[in-house]
């Protein structure tokens, strides 16, 4: 088997993401592997993203850098309530289209091993994976680990 020296871990901050990047961090642990953690987030082509955003109590600015400030702060929201478990990993926030972009950081970066979840904030149970996770799995240039946490509603 290949050596893992390093992991990418896409995050949409569910429990999903959460439970991929415990796993992660164990093969950090034992392996002394490197975690990336991303997290990619995305205006639909509906919306203009010069729209102005007018939040009560904060500056008046365009819906892109509204949406760019909000995914910064909950990755480091996200990353702070992992605690120890993250430290020396390496928070990367992206625009874009997210199956798209976690495929290109991944065969850019060179990484051995994606970490994902199988179901993120949507949750779509009736599917085997959510469809970030379903595209990446096909797609992707190194070995994918999903991880499943089961749904205590349905399971
Ligand atoms: N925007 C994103 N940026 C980074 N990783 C993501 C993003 N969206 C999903 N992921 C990753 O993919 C995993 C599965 O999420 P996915 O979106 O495929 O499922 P879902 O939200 O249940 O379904 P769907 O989005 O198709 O309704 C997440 O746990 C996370 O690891
Ligand atoms: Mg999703």
Redesign the pocket.
């Known amino acids: 088997m290949p050596a893992i020296h390093r992991l990418l871990v ?3 901050f ?1 429990e ?2 959460r439970a ?1 990047v415990q796993y992660a961090a164990y093969f950090v642990e034992k392996l002394g592997a490197a975690m990336d953690v ?5 205006i639909p082509n509906v919306i203009d993203p010069a729209l102005l955003v007018n939040v009560p109590g904060s500056a008046t600015l365009p819906l892109v850098e509204h949406a760019r400030g909000r995914s910064e702060e909950d990755m480091r929201e996200f990353m702070s309530s992992l605690g120890p478990l993250v430290q020396g990993a390496h928070p990367r926030v992206e625009q874009g289209e ?1 199956v798209e972009v ?1 495929l290109e950081v991944a065969r850019q970066q060179t990484y051995d091993m994606i970490v ?9 149970t009736h599917f085997f ?6 595209r990446v799995v096909r797609r992707a240039p190194c070995p994918v680990l999903t991880i499943r946490v089961p749904d205590v509603k349905k399971d």
């Open positions: 896409p995050v949409d569910s999903s993401s991929a991303l997290h990619v987030w995305h997210p976690i994902m979840g199988t179901h993120g904030r949507r949750g779509l994976l959510g469809s970030v996770a379903e």
